[in-house]
C-alpha cells in the first residue's frame, strides 16, 4: 500500500519561499509518475505540477516561474520549490502518486500540507 507524508508547509509573507517534500512507501517510486496538486477553502483540487518517472515536467500557468517540481529517486521523495508566492496560492497541497510512469491517474494521496500567505 502506498503511504505518501507531505510536510514543509507553513506561513510565509507574500513573496516568501517554502519547498514542501512528499516521502512515498510502499511504491516503487522511480516507475511511478508523481504531482501536487492544492486545495483552496470552497475550491475544488487544482492541478500545480506533475513530474514523470522520466522527469517531464508540467506546470499549471499559475506557477510557471515560481514553482518549481522535482524528485529524488534515492529518497523516495517529490519536492516542490515555491518562490515568489502570492496570497492566492494559499491552500491545503497535496501530492500525489499515479498508476502509470507518464500519464496521471493518482490512485494515492497525502494528508496535505497548509501553506498560508499574508501579511
Known amino acids: 500500500q502506498v503511504r505518501l507524508v507531505e510536510t514543509g508547509g507553513g506561513f510565509v509573507q507574500p513573496g516568501g519561499s517554502l519547498r514542501l517534500s512528499c516521502a512515498a512507501s510502499?511504491?516503487?517510486?522511480?516507475?511511478?509518475?508523481m504531482g501536487w496538486y492544492r486545495q483552496a477553502p470552497g475550491k475544488q483540487r487544482e492541478f500545480v505540477a506533475t513530474i514523470t518517472s522520466g522527469g517531464r515536467i508540467n506546470y499549471a500557468d499559475s506557477v510557471k516561474g515560481r514553482f518549481t517540481i522535482s524528485r529524488d529517486n534515492v529518497k523516495n521523495t517529490v519536492y516542490l520549490e515555491m518562490n515568489s508566492l502570492k496570497p492566492e496560492d494559499m491552500a491545503v497541497y497535496y501530492c500525489g502518486h499515479s498508476v502509470f510512469p507518464d500519464r496521471f491517474a493518482f490512485d494515492s494521496w497525502g494528508q496535505g500540507t497548509q501553506v498560508t500567505v499574508s501579511s
Open positions: 510502499g511504491t516503487i517510486f522511480s516507475l511511478h509518475a
